[in-house]
């Protein structure tokens, strides 16, 4: 997509200052310097492991609270959401701003994520005016609530999530208002690493302060208040020319949360309109199911982000700050919905919920639009938390082993999807390394391997997905909480590809103790010598299985990708091991085409079997978890092989229009 | 057989991408030599080429000193031997799950690397040991022959060998290694916990795969080379620059090969730490601005920033001390252009060296650095002493339709332009080195060496409000010369976490101890004589509940650590601006750092001359200088011809055959005794 104009640099600005492009280029690249110096600065000092695995953002934002840049590692949720927090500072505090104040916010009702990610903004002044303000957003690791990490899927509203900070002033004047600090921190379980991260934060918008004061006396406040609106201008005016290169037209899909849990079995719908007309493109997303009873629901920040996210995907080299939305608006539907809850529903889980559906909603159109940079639905985002007591120790000091995997992304044009790789809330949040949390906490981690056949099918398969699971050792008054999502409504392949396998965690699996508990479960109470696992999936195939290269199903094999078992029944191809210590397999090509026409004409009628029969010979161990959400389109309760009539009969129209529908005819 | 004292010439080559570069310097004369020929497909052709094309008589040669990219090469290029990885039962895929994260967050079709080691090619045992090393499950004895067998029936020539927490307990790798030993005696074998006993899986097995699979190879190179010096009639010792700044000898190298990861980038800037202590500057920041990029380097209190995080690919670190260095996309070759929203923009795109810059008239059509630097009257119409011709007609052309009409600027004014956002970026990128760690550039001096640098030098110096520049003599070549500036250096470590409080400073002395009897032994076998041993200790700490440490040196022996921890809280407000005395500090890490100094190398020394005068200039051109409105009448210097003791003040372009220093008007120019160029900027805006 070349650029169809090169039109000349005008330094437009508010106040009639003209940037010459040299000073311009500058103070553009200054700025991200400023703010990965911010970045750079927290991951050096942050005490939550949350912030230090990357779960954070720095942004400058102008005076009116406008994102001017925000830092290039950032994570993918916290974009679109900074200038709404400032702008709840500059709206709280109006008049009442003064130099050396710093500031605090969590609250996710007024355009936050949720509870656990707290901004830190500084007000930064020039010749005693308001310039500018630095923003130090951070994820900590406990903000009180119900349960340890803050984390209870069964809340409902917002008193049992944990503390929320509507803006505060925790610096008056450049003094530190230890109070207020206190009265948050004291509130939470680890006082003592919120009272250092807060002091990492508050530092590493001081240090955005000096660089700004540098540009300030090097180039005077009017040039470099001028560049904060030419660099946003510049960003419009790029995502501009970009969208009115793309044909004008209004593209719609829904993708599913599992199930609303105070109500009848049933996927939840968010529904995205996405409209592009000239060089706009504007987002709907009124059409969306009402609020469920669980923390899954997102406010209206995480829902503009959400969308704006999904367009960034396939715009990824411009950078983001306001003058993107300026060009890419999000209407977001009235409060009341599973994408704008409004308060007090609950939205902690807004990233594996609502959050992900309107994300990967949007790539499932953008992939109809670019199909150059199609792109699957990737594994969803998933968190387990052990929380309790260490018995290791005589003090039996508190534990939180809280723990995020990595999982397959969607199979993509031209190139299967990436294994392993972290979530696309945020491809920047590290797994944590095992043999750190085995120092930390009584849970001993017995696998972290990627799960073979669990990238979705397809001419260009899904990535894979991982298993991770553990013992626990020496736990006291422990209980674990997951917040997932995509049990049910499984992440899924497009046009032609198959989806990959549903999340769950399983207790004591293979044993006579076993318990299935779900995608989303809170204080389930555990103890010393349980075992247990769960899968992240894989991503979603591209194109019909069926056409996959054998030579490609052949590699797959012999790298334990994918199983002989499901190299022919999901792709049709028949691989014969010669010596497998050598890794030596062979493809029957004879016996691969032959199996090939066989499925081509079977596949169609399997999704049309009787749902309840499936489920009886999933019982009797004739078919596996994958026969069901890639063969028979069966959804059903994992744990107790109980048939979910009317799940089922939604996944399988999805799997009809995304899959059955776009294979090639026998 | 010349006898020693016949042996005064040392030599250093370093091996990039483009070209091997040869510094020679014979010590009794102080005569500095310096040759540059291509790098060739079997790097070792184009390092006697080199040392031929200098005229070397390897039989009178003390000292051969070597940085080289083999080792990064084999990891960019992957052209690895058959390497396979022997890990726990339930953990195959830490090394192709990493951290999880990706390289661009937001391009989901930019993909990281492969792991060094593909799936089919691991291997699980039946083991497990806990975080205080105690045995969980026991070692699998027979599926590890299980595993030998089929690995020899494969037919690998290298193995890592990786348990989870064996940086606590070493056995079941040891075992492990034993048993493959004993089936494979010839393949190169690498255990976690003998090549990092760190803790953090990945992290630990990443650096292992890495050691195994460069291993063979690159242990064959460094013998490779010996046997071909030895046969030239080098019977001195062959030393090879680590990523660490130091130097290994070939017996070390087959051990730890990984430690090569970064020679080659590591050569310029301890050719930078020598260059500043040589001219009393504490603290320094190098650049080493070649055609298509510039590595930037810090020097602080005279030691050279190290970093343990550092990978070759995205995704796979290598946790050895690695000096720090900033490799940015810009250099003499880097493209100007404009982008879709009408930014002026430089680099990262190159014109390389085909096309290269418009000059070159070999069809390159797009503005170059270079160009602009020709349009100014900056560069003159030859480099390298007429080897090649550089014309101002198509680098102005260039100039004037991709950059000044765009933009509606004079062809001068777009070419200082894109000079400036040139130089506006390596600004930016030396903030990140410098005022990012908390320090200030204005107590720097910086030392620009490589092709290009000298032509930037003041600009750039002017941007940052740095003082003083300093070309050293032969700018062109200077980073080899860094091969020959160091020690012999091994760094040794052992995880030791406990609160400062809690911990027993006999115990931690006890543990210093065996490191320095390990670090000892090491310089022992590589015949370094005792008084020619330093040992170096440090202890890595942090504010408990913190995520990364900071290395703060302990004396030997050690007492007590109030002093050391008053150390700590000072560098943590140093580099992060506060300190919480309050808080409990941890002990991480203990570290030693096992020194053999090597023989000194003596630079060739000028006596300053009080009466030194300016001679006269080769010519004079018009130059542009930035802020100027018309072009100044400026006098082109021959460097050879500017006396040790010379001061003037500039404008005017100083020439060589390797490079090109540019004198703004205004700038004190000092020719030093080591006949380096130092530019005092004055004028500081």
Redesign the interface.
Known sequence: MA?VT?????GPSADGATL???T???L???F??LV??MA??I?????S?VI?A?DFSCALCDAEGNTIMQG???I?VHVGTLHLKAKAVLEDFAGDINEGDVFAVNDPYRGGTHFSDVSVIRPIFADGELVAMAQANGHWADMGGSVPGSFDVSATDHFGEGVRIPPIRIVDRGVVRHDVIGLVAHNTRAP??II?DC??QI?AT??AEQ?VFRLVD?YGSRTVTTAFGAVQD??E??TR??IAALPDGVWETEDHLDLDPGKEEGLVAVRLKMTIEGDEISYDLSGSDPAISSFLNSGSGVAFSGAIASA??FL??IPLNSGFYRAVKVDVGPEGTVVNAGWPNAVTGCVSGAYEKIMSAGFELWSQLMPE?A?ACCFNLEYLLVGGRDARRDDRPFFMWYDW??GG?GG?HG?DG?????PVFG?????Q????Q??LTPV???????IPDSGGPGRHRGGCG?RKGGTLTDVEHSVMSYCCDRGRAVTWGIGGGMPSLPHGVWLNRGTDRERYLGANFSGVAVERGDRFERPSAGGGGLGDPLLRDPAEVLEDV????VTLRRAERDYGVVVREIDA???QYEVDAQATERVRAEQRIERVDWLDEDPEEVATRFRNGELDVMDLVRRHGVILDWGSGELLPRTTEQYRSLLRRRSAAQWTAP | MNSERDRRTVVAVDVGGTFTDVCVLDQDSGELQVAKVPSTANPIDGVLAGVGHAGVDLERVALFCHGTTVATNALITRRLPKAAMVTTK?????I???????D??????K??AEPYV???DRFEVGE?I??EGNV?EPFDEAGARDVAR?LA??GVEAIAVCF??A?ANPEHEERMAEILREVLPDVAISTSSGVLPE?????RFSTTVANAVLSPLVSGYVNQLGERLEEDGYDGDLLILHSGGGVMTPEAVQKLSVRLAASGIAAGAVACQHTASLCGYPNAIGLDMGGTSTDISLVHDGQLRTTNEWFVEYGYPICFPSIEVLTIGAGGGSLGT????????NGPQSAGSIPGPAAYGQGGVEPTNTDANVVLGRLGSELAGGEMTLDPVPAEEAIRTRIAE???LEVHEAAS?ML??AN??MA?AV??IS??RGYDPREFALVVFGGAGALHGAALAKELSIPTVVVPPRPGAWSALGCLMVDIRHDLSTMF?SAAGDADPAEIERAFLELEAEGRAMLETENVPPEKIRLERSIAMR??????SMDVPVPAPLTDLDASLEQFHREHER????R?DD?PVELYRLQLTAIGETQRVALPREEERPDAALPDPLLERDVWFDGDEQPRRTPVFHRDSLPAGLQFVGPAVIDQLDSTTLVPPGVLVEIDEWRNIRMHITEV?
């Open positions: 650029p090169t039109p000349r640099h005008d010459d492009p040299v311009f280029e500058v553009k690249n200054s991200v310097t990965d110096e750079e600065q991951l050096r000092t942050c005490h492991f230090y990357r290039s590692q950032d993918a003592g690493d250092g002091h990492a530092e001081r240090v660089e090097k510049y960003v005016r790029l020319a970009r960034k995907t990824p080299d940079r792109l995997m990595a992304w993509r190139k990436q294994n392993a790789t972290s491809v920047g949040l590290a797994v390394p095992l043999e750190g085995e120092r001993l981690t017995s696998v972290h391997e990627i991982v012999i790298d334990g990708y210590e050598l890794s | 339930g953990f195959r895929d830490v192709e799950i990493r951290r999880g994260t990706r661009d967050l937001w391009d989901a079709y993909d990281n593909r799936r089919r497990r806990d975080c969980v089929i029936r494969r989870i927490n940086y803790l953090f899986e990945h992290e404009i982008d879709a929203a009408g930014s002026l923009r765009p933009l509606g332009a400036q956002v506006a970026n930016d903030r990140l005022l990012q976490l504010y408990l509940g913190q995520w990364r580099e992060f601006s506060y919480r808080a805006s």
